[in-house]
């Protein structure tokens, strides 16, 4: 039989177990690890604040310094942290059983939004009539996505709204001053009653998707002018708790829009019914639903049967705030990756200034740079065609597209070479890198996934031609600046006459390199320029980042584009 041993408080004072100070000294000092990044300035990035005064709205820079601070906060940062941590709950009913429908949040989400919407990155420039206003909101945008992604999908929303809404005027009269306030309320509560509101959207049902002509909602007039019940079953409708919906439903006239309050102007709760919450690979803190309708009370929005090109601005705008989203998360990824090379040593010396890992970092800070530069463009052509220059319109209506089928598409590769940088660290949720890596893919899938958005290119040059007329006007500014581009230019010319469905999305991407090389060439340092034309357009180039030629300037690159106080 085995005896038994047992130990004693004097054993275990025995050399052999070692007491509480030696076993202290036993372990090793934490060293060589990064110091928090916060808090910093998102707004320390030369390329965004070039683009603000470029595009005629450099009068919001001291704002926007001042959103970038809060943005890069220690507070700020945490927000972002617990509303991705702690994620909506929906509740169904009630204690005593009846059906509310309604989604609880984190306090942190409701400080994201509330300083969202404050600084003017809902609704707010459609009530401001200064040229730029809309700029300004889109570098807010790349400035406060530093914080997190999710609550960004209902000030989108809502920015979108407005446009579509305009094509009912007496709705519009009523709902425009609210959707265009600063001023957050997250209560569900009668719309004209509350000082300012959100909006959503519902397009898509499950047996069509993007193919929204198939959706089978009905709208039935009640008799009222004006005012329909809705019947059916939408599939993605993000953040339920806004206050008022666009959605597409089939009225006698054929696909129609329509304005559906969560609360009708009698206090009572309209019929919608939230099924379940999506459960998606990111963009956690934020509800996306699946809402159904029975007997729901619509307002008519524009003519019967022309729902989708009424609706169609407000894709237009959401689109753009995808390119934008995605711009963001590579700047805020950049910079981590930055942060981390300038404080982790390796092999006798600080990672960032390793030749391989400066050529990584390099490389992404050309990407970054430009899908800011594009962002901020596309941002600028949507301002002044708005105020009515059919240039510039014609030109977005294009370009956006462009924007958003390519740069949404590196935004997956970008954010996990940036995540690699950090090395196992930032393969550990504490470091935040792996919820970027989740959001990235959900902005080149929504509002059209590649495909869609490649088609919609061909669409737009085939049924507009002064559309083609604009984006070539646009390249021709940068017209013997780089004989790579000058020769990109011709070839695109070129593929243009030849492209069909198979070839759209080779198109698409030339055409996307090819804007934001004029755009870099334009107005960028030589040495950023240089390295983007030598290695996207002059083939000088691997298929991963990291890269770049020999003789590329790493130094000038690096400099322009890290912030100077990490």
């Known amino acids: 039989m085995r005896r038994m041993v ?11 177990f070692p007491s509480a100070s030696q076993q202290q000294n036993a372990t090793h000092d934490v060293t060589n690890q990064a110091p928090p990044l916060s808090p910093y300035d998102a707004s320390d990035d030369q390329a965004l604040l070039e683009g603000l005064r470029r595009e005629g709205a450099g009068w919001a820079e001291e704002d926007l310094r001042r959103l970038g601070r809060l943005a890069g906060s220690a507070k700020a940062q945490e927000w972002g942290e617990q509303a991705n941590r702690h994620e909506p709950v929906l509740r169904t009913h009630d204690r005593y059983g009846h059906r509310i429908d309604e989604v609880e949040f984190h306090p942190s989400w409701h400080h994201l939004m509330r300083t969202a919407v404050a600084e003017g990155l809902a609704g707010a420039p459609w009530a401001d009539g200064r040229p730029g206003a809309h700029v300004v909101r889109t570098a807010g945008g790349l400035v406060w996505g530093h914080t997190e992604a999710g609550h960004g999908c209902p000030t989108s929303m809502t920015y979108a709204a407005v ?27 009668v719309p004209t009653e509350k000082p300012g509101l959100l909006a959503g959207m519902g397009m898509t049902e499950k047996q069509g998707g993007s193919d929204v002509r198939t959706n089978t909602t009905t709208a039935t007039p009640t008799g009222e002018p004006g005012v329909y019940t809705l019947r059916g079953h939408k599939w993605f409708t993000s953040a339920p708790m806004c206050d008022v919906f666009l959605v597409l439903a089939q009225a006698p006239g054929g696909l129609s829009c329509f304005l559906v309050p969560r609360i009708l102007p009698d206090g009572s709760r309209n019929t919608f019914r939230v099924q379940r919450l999506k ?6 803190s934020n509800a996306s639903s699946e809402p159904e309708f029975d007997r729901t009370v619509a307002w008519l929005v524009g003519p019967e049967g022309r729902g989708v090109k009424t609706i169609i601005e407000m894709v237009n705008c959401t689109r753009l705030d995808c390119v934008m989203s995605s711009a963001a998360l590579m700047r805020k990824t950049l910079v981590e990756a930055g942060h981390h090379a300038r404080h982790r040593s390796a092999f006798g010396a600080r990672l960032v200034e390793q030749p391989l890992m400066r050529n990584v970092l390099a490389d992404l800070a050309l990407e970054s740079e430009a899908a800011t530069a594009l962002t901020l463009r596309l941002s600028g052509a949507a301002d002044r065609g708005l105020r009515g220059d059919a240039g510039e319109r014609a030109f977005r209506r294009v370009a956006t597209a462009v924007g958003k089928y390519w740069v949404t598409k590196r935004g997956p590769a970008f954010t996990a070479e940036a995540l690699e940088c950090l090395g196992g660290n930032g393969y550990v949720e504490d470091s935040g890198m792996p919820r970027h890596y989740r959001e990235a893919p959900l902005l080149s899938i929504w509002e059209g996934s590649g495909n869609v958005n490649a088609l919609d ?14 984006l070539f006007g646009e390249l021709a500014l940068a017209r013997g600046a780089d004989a790579r581009l000058d020769a990109a230019v011709t070839g695109l010319k070129n593929q243009l006459a030849e492209t069909d469905q198979m070839g759209a999305r080779r198109l698409v991407e030339r055409m996307a390199l090819a804007l934001q090389a004029a755009l870099l060439v334009r107005h960028a340092p030589a040495a950023v320029a240089d390295a983007f034309c030598a290695t996207r357009l002059g083939g000088d180039w691997g298929h991963a980042f990291g890269t770049l030629p020999a003789g590329t300037d790493l130094g000038a690159i690096l400099e322009r584009a890290l912030p100077g106080r990490n």
């Open 163 to 189: 446009p579509a809404l305009r094509a009912q005027p007496d709705l519009a009269k009523v709902y425009e001053p609210l959707l265009t306030s600063r001023e957050y309320d997250p209560e569900l509560r």
């Open 279 to 284: 459960d998606k690979l990111g963009n956690r």
């Open 6 to 16: 047992s130990i004693s408080a004097r054993s275990l004072s025995h050399p052999r």
């Open 457 to 470: 290119v061909l669409r737009a040059l085939g049924r507009t031609p002064e559309s083609a007329e604009a």
